[in-house]
C-alpha cells in the first residue's frame, strides 16, 4: 500500500497548483523570464485620434494582466504613415530589447498610397525572416483596401499578405480591421482610424491570437 501513498501526494499537490492558477500555463514561455512582444505598425496601432490607453496594443496589455498574464509586457513600436519599406530597419532596433513575439501591423499606408504590392511583399518579408532568424514568433496582421482602388490592385494586395503567412507558416489575422472597418459608430471623423470603441474589438483579435502564442 506504501508504494501507492507518494504518487498520490505528488498528483494532489499538482492538481491543487493548477486550480490555484488563474489561466493557462504557457507551453513555450516561463512567467520569471516574462515574454516581450513588440507591435511593428503604423497609425492604426499607434493610436492615431485616442488617447494612448485607448489604443488597442493598451488595451491588449490590460486583457493579458487581467487574465493573469502580467509577465507579458508590450511595447507599441508603432509610427503614424510607415510602410513596409521600414520595417526591416524598424525591427533592426527593437531586437536589442530581444523579443519573443512580432506583430507585424503594417501596409495601410501602402494600399493608400497605391505601392507596388511585389515591392510591399518583398520589404515585409525581409522583416519576417529576419525576425525568424533571431528566434522570434512572428504574427502577421493583414490588411484591405477600399474597393476604389480597382479589384485587380485590391486581390494583389490582400494575397500578399495571405501568400506570406502561408509560406512562412504565420499566425494570421487576415484583416486587422475585421468588423470594424466601413463603420461609422467605431471610426472617427475620417473613416479611416478606429475610435475608442473600433480599438476594443481590434484589441479582442490580437489578445485572442497572442494568446494562442504563449
Do not use: C
Not at 70 to 93: D, E, P, Q, Y
Not at 172 to 189: H, R
Amino acid at each position: 500500500m506504501k508504494k501507492y501513498v507518494f504518487p498520490f501526494i505528488l498528483l494532489l499537490l499538482l492538481v491543487t497548483l493548477f486550480s490555484l492558477l488563474p489561466g493557462k500555463i504557457p507551453s513555450l514561455f516561463a512567467k520569471d523570464t516574462g515574454v516581450k512582444v513588440v507591435i511593428l505598425g503604423d497609425s492604426i496601432s499607434a493610436g492615431l485620434g485616442v488617447e494612448p490607453e485607448q489604443a488597442f496594443p493598451f488595451l491588449v496589455q490590460d486583457m493579458l494582466k487581467q487574465k493573469g498574464f502580467a509577465f507579458v509586457k508590450i511595447t507599441n513600436g508603432s509610427i503614424s504613415g510607415s510602410t513596409m519599406a521600414g520595417a526591416t530597419s524598424r525591427l533592426k532596433w527593437y531586437l536589442k530589447t530581444k523579443p519573443d513575439i512580432l506583430v507585424l501591423a503594417l501596409g495601410a499606408n501602402d494600399g493608400l498610397r497605391g505601392l507596388s504590392t511585389d515591392l510591399m511583399t518583398q520589404n515585409l518579408e525581409k522583416a519576417i525572416i529576419l525576425a525568424k532568424k533571431n528566434g522570434i514568433k512572428v504574427i502577421l496582421a493583414g490588411m484591405k483596401i477600399p474597393p476604389n482602388y480597382g479589384a485587380e490592385y485590391a486581390k494583389a494586395f490582400e494575397s500578399s499578405f495571405v501568400s506570406l503567412a502561408q509560406k512562412h507558416d504565420l499566425p494570421f489575422i487576415p484583416f486587422i480591421l475585421k468588423d470594424v472597418a466601413g463603420k461609422s459608430f467605431l471610426n472617427q471623423a475620417d473613416g479611416i482610424h478606429p475610435n475608442p470603441e473600433g480599438h476594443k474589438i481590434i484589441a479582442s483579435t490580437v489578445f485572442d491570437i497572442i494568446l494562442e502564442q504563449l
